[in-house]
T-cell receptor
Framework: GEDVEQSLFLSVREGDSSVINCTYTDSSSTYLYWYKQEPGAGLQLLTY?????DMKQDQRLTVLLNKKDKHLSLRIADTQTGDSAIYFCAESINTDKLIFGTGTRLQVFP | EAEVAQSPRYKITEKSQAVAFWCDPISGHATLYWYRQILGQGPELLVQ????????DSQLPKDRFSAERLKGVDSTLKIQPAELGDSAMYLC???????????FGPGTRLTVL
């Protein structure tokens, strides 16, 4: 079945690292994505990882994939107030259809 | 920078009324998606178009929802009649083709009273 789960809320101090976690159930997922949604806005693709990879780094973002446990994480280094938003993980089924998680609200305080 | 345009941004309607949302994808994008995002949840795909053809509408409540993309460019999503449970954000996205990066519009927030 298709089910993507995330913790609802994360609060971090500015300058610290943030780690947002996600679990998924469909082992046939091809790609796994992280999207950012700011208030009143649509979704912005942050990064993605192919299912045969276990890590991808892109500037302040690091994605870790544990395919055995179906666990995906997004680490944001040196978190800034501008990183405050809702973060969604998503898996792609048959390379096209996206199944989104429930979203994690990241709050960054000074 | 090219963006997906949606209108209106906000819509308040009474139940049993008809509502319509419009989406203009990025020029040249053949694939267009409509998603519904209920407050506190992730987006859920309602319908996917490839050019003017529907390729996936398995989650579209067809008794009250309809979607069209007549010339394979812009698209309209209609609800008739609206119900209280339809209150949500309706997001449109487009991509060059199936499997390519999806670019999202700002959404239309619908409130049904």
């Amino acid at each position: 079945g298709e089910d993507v789960e995330q913790s609802l809320f994360l609060s971090v101090r500015e300058g610290d690292s943030s780690v947002i976690n996600c679990t998924y159930t469909d082992s046939s997922s091809t790609y796994l994505y992280w999207y950012k949604q700011e208030p009143g806005a649509g979704l912005q693709l942050l990064t993605y990882i192919f299912s045969n990879m276990d890590m991808k780094q892109d500037q302040r973002l690091t994605v870790l994939l544990n395919k055995k446990d179906k666990h995906l994480s997004l680490r944001i280094a040196d978190t800034q107030t501008g990183d405050s938003a809702i973060y969604f993980c998503a898996e792609s089924i048959n390379t096209d259809k996206l199944i989104f998680g429930t979203g994690t609200r990241l709050q960054v305080f000074p | 920078e090219a963006e997906v345009a949606q209108s209106p941004r906000y819509k308040i309607t009474e139940k049993s009324q008809a509502v319509a949302f419009w989406c203009d994808p990025i020029s040249g994008h053949a694939t267009l998606y409509w998603y519904r995002q209920i407050l506190g949840q992730g987006p859920e795909l309602l319908v996917q178009f490839q050019d003017e053809s529907v390729v996936d509408d398995s989650q579209l409540p067809k008794d009250r929802f309809s979607a069209e993309r007549l010339k394979g460019v812009d698209s309209t999503l209609k609800i008739q009649p609206a119900e209280l449970g339809d209150s949500a954000m309706y997001l449109c996205a487009s991509s060059l083709g199936p499997g390519d990066e999806q670019f999202f519009g700002p959404g239309t927030r619908l409130t049904v009273l």
